[in-house]
């Protein structure tokens, strides 16, 4: 236990929690949104942000950029970033819908029990990242240096970095786009109608089948940018960093109440902070057990999480 | 259950007679046995499985069996613990409906408790026998089963296999960070089991892995003993209640926290078993034995078997081992790698065509199939 260190370092931690946070927190919404629609987990989720991943390192090396490549001029990396997200968006994207299409939908249809949903999402989950294990003979894959970590703001000895912003703010517009989009568009109203009571809202001539599919999509889209941006901040990407990483968003998830939006948000960012701290108390090394040991103390005092569960009165 | 008709009472009637299916196929017949045909069949067959070893010298057939890329007989001892730890999490995820992914941190227990105890690497310094650890780490792992069990009782089914992932996870970090678990490093000199036969050379040596097969197959047969009396008995209906409906069964005056906790108990008892004899064999463990796939594996096995089934169990976890091992050293055409390194994958694929297509498995369990024959007439018109 080293209490001065996480005085001393409180600044430093806290920053890199946010930003760590704000990833894991759009990575939570894809957890949130199929359970507050489905109650179910959808555990493939971890290979949805897996994929994206791998899309935008996949299109920066259509452009010949590798990890040792030098980092272009600011025109050519705004460039690229956008190359990257769309890239990552559209195979996140499309990942989901195959999920709910494969591993969902035919259980769906057979009013199958809970715990086969998860059982073929399992299924999903592993043949995807054991592929992409064999396909990189499971080594890590470098990601090009588009962005120098540079600082901006120094206070003490806390450093805000470039790349810290560009994170927390293209995560706080993400999220403040989609909960704009899930309480004020027709489509939106849809989704929470279906959350509430997915037999109404049948009979109200909402199409069920066909929110739930979207809900995979938008679960899909927040993991694609989730992912460019886990990319740019680790450096690194490898075939289980989706499972490593989507265990936090899940409990993330809870921690702000699942199936609520602005939960995500919260729970995102909390944990990401407290898992620094936790760090900077016991060692680098347990920086994953808390999030675990964190979940386990949540659903043991308030399994609704912090803001209750609900997607269907989202507005609250 | 529903097989076992008294042979006193003889004759078949005539509507079951007309049909294999109807009437209940391989097992109904095997019911309908008097019970000293029973048991010689039983015997007979525990006895083919004792002769496995030599399999390969059968003509014809014999040679397709075995594996090529790792012994037989090590393929066998490992076909032997996969088949324990389908026993024991069919206990967990079968019998009681509790959705334990974690399962291996239980074999993770057994295999390390052991190594404390007798490696010299360890920071005990106790260096015991193998078997005089037993005892010692069964009582741990049946511990940490309740620890998990515990604070998991509330929760939901979902939130629970969420929460046991953790738990096996954090048993993965805390050997691989942990000093006194040695991390990578791991722990050497496991002993042997003990025994020696006649001219002094010890039974359980390193260069033959057949005794420890047979070895794991007496294990097997006195889990399946124990497991299927417990399913027979008060516990297994309460369980069998608990599946079904919770609610119900706390209702109706079953102490559902006390079963869930047995079943947890049970479960991590025969998983760490596995690791007792795994670490027994092998003489040799890290941190790296135990990655999370595994579990999942082995759910894979109970559920592709049939959970809630004994025998579907057994099966499932026989094939989660026999055919990743005998695709190894088998060159892929694509990547050029071995198809070993393609067994999580190709897992992941049948769990999915399973669920889909036979949802209850290859051998299963006939209540089962009825609950999930109900649900879907319950199913809503779209």
């Known amino acids: 236990m080293n209490f001065s260190g996480l005085i001393q370092d409180f600044g430093p931690l806290t920053i890199t929690g946010l930003a760590q946070g704000a990833i894991i927190a759009l990575f939570a919404l ?13 555990f493939a989720h971890s290979e949805v942000f897996l994929l994206g991943s791998y899309a935008c390192l996949i299109v920066w090396g259509l452009f010949g950029l590798d990890q040792n490549s030098a980092t272009p001029n600011v025109a ?9 997200l769309l890239a990552a968006i559209v195979i996140s994207g499309l990942t989901a819908l195959g999920v709910e299409l494969v591993a969902y939908r035919p259980l769906r249809r057979r009013n199958a029990p809970p715990l086969a949903f998860l059982i073929t999402a399992i299924g999903a989950s592993l043949f995807i990242s054991e592929t992409v ?52 568009s027709r489509l939106g109203r849809g989704i929470r109608a279906v959350a509430q009571n997915p037999d109404s809202a049948a009979l109200m001539g909402v199409n069920k089948s066909r929110v739930i599919a979207l809900v995979f999509l938008i ?98 | 259950m529903t097989t076992t008709e008294s042979p006193a009472t003889g004759a078949v009637p005539e509507a079951e007679k007309k049909n294999w299916r109807t009437s209940g196929g391989v097992r109904g017949w095997f019911g309908r046995q008097h019970w000293a045909v029973r048991t010689a069949l039983s015997i007979v067959f525990a006895v083919l499985a004792f002769l496995l070893p030599y399999v390969g010298d059968v003509p014809v057939i014999g040679p397709q069996i075995v594996t090529q890329g790792i012994d ?22 079968g019998f009681a409906g509790l959705l334990d992914l974690g399962y291996v941190g239980f074999f993770a227990v057994g295999a390390y408790t052991v190594a404390m ?24 792992t049946m511990v940490s089963g309740l620890i998990l069990g515990w604070p998991t009782l509330r929760l939901r089914g979902d939130y629970l296999a969420i929460v046991t992932l953790g738990f096996a996870e954090i048993i993965r970090i805390f050997a691989t960070s942990s000093e006194t678990l040695r991390g990578d490093r791991g722990f050497s000199d496991i002993p042997h089991p ?36 417990l399913d027979r008995s008060r516990v297994g209906r309460s369980w069998l209640a608990i599946r079904e409906d919770e609610e119900a069964a706390e209702i109706m005056g079953v102490r559902t926290i006390k079963y869930k906790l047995w079943a947890f108990a049970i479960g991590a008892f025969i998983g760490g078993l596995g690791g007792v004899m795994f670490a027994g064999q092998q003489g040799f463990m890290n941190s790296q034995t135990f990655i999370l796939q595994f579990s999942i594996l082995v759910l894979a096995g109970v559920v592709m078997g049939g959970s809630g089934n004994i025998f579907g ?22 990547f050029h790698t071995d198809l070993f390194g393609f067994r999580f994958a190709i897992f992941g694929l049948v769990i999915i065509a399973i669920m889909i297509f036979r949802p209850q498995g290859i051998i299963p369990s006939r209540r089962r199939a009825m609950e999930l024959k109900d649900r879907e007439k319950e199913v809503a018109p779209q």
């Open chain 2, 313 to 334: 169990a057994i099966l499932g976890g026989a094939l989660i081992s026999y055919i990743p091992d005998r695709l190894r050293g088998i060159e892929d055409p694509i």
């Open chain 1, 133 to 184: 294990g064999v396909v990189t003979k499971r080594n890590i894959t470098g990601v090009p240096p588009l962005i120098r970590p540079t600082d901006v703001v120094v206070i003490g000895n806390m450093h805000v970095t470039n790349l810290q912003i560009l994170i927390i703010v293209l995560a706080l517009v993400a999220m403040f786009v989609l909960d704009r989009f899930i309480n004020r």
């Open chain 2, 72 to 93: 037989w007989p090590s393929a066998l001892f490992n076909i032997s613990y996969y088949v324990l730890l389908a026993l024991g999490l069919n206990v967990v995820v």
């Open chain 2, 194 to 229: 003990p025994g020696s036969y006649a001219d002094g050379k010890p039974i359980f040596g390193v260069a033959d892995a057949t005794p420890y097969y047979w070895l794991g197959l007496s294990v097997i047969i006195l889990v399946i003993f124990g497991v299927r009396n």
């Open chain 2, 117 to 140: 105890l007798t490696s010299p690497d360890s920071v005990l310094h106790t260096e015991w026998a193998w078997l005089a650890s037993i005892p010692i780490a069964l009582a741990i």
């Open chain 1, 30 to 42: 894809g957890y949130t949104l199929v359970y507050g629609v489905l109650r179910l987990i959808n």
């Open chain 1, 219 to 316: 679960g899909g889209l927040m993991a694609g940018i989730a992912a460019v941006m886990y990319d740019l901040k680790i450096g690194v990407t490898r075939f289980d960093a989706g499972f490593l990483l989507g265990i936090e968003a899940f409990t993330a998830a809870v921690l702000g109440g699942i199936g609520n939006l602005r939960g995500a948000l919260l729970g995102g960012l909390l944990l990401g902070v407290l898992q620094n701290y936790a760090a900077g108390l016991f060692g680098t090394q347990w920086l994953h057990a808390a999030s675990f040991v964190l979940l386990v103390l949540i659903l043991l005092v308030r399994p609704t999480g912090l803001l209750g569960e609900s997607l269907g009165r989202a507005r609250a």
């Open chain 1, 76 to 84: 050519a990396v705004l460039g690229y970033l956008l190359l990257g």
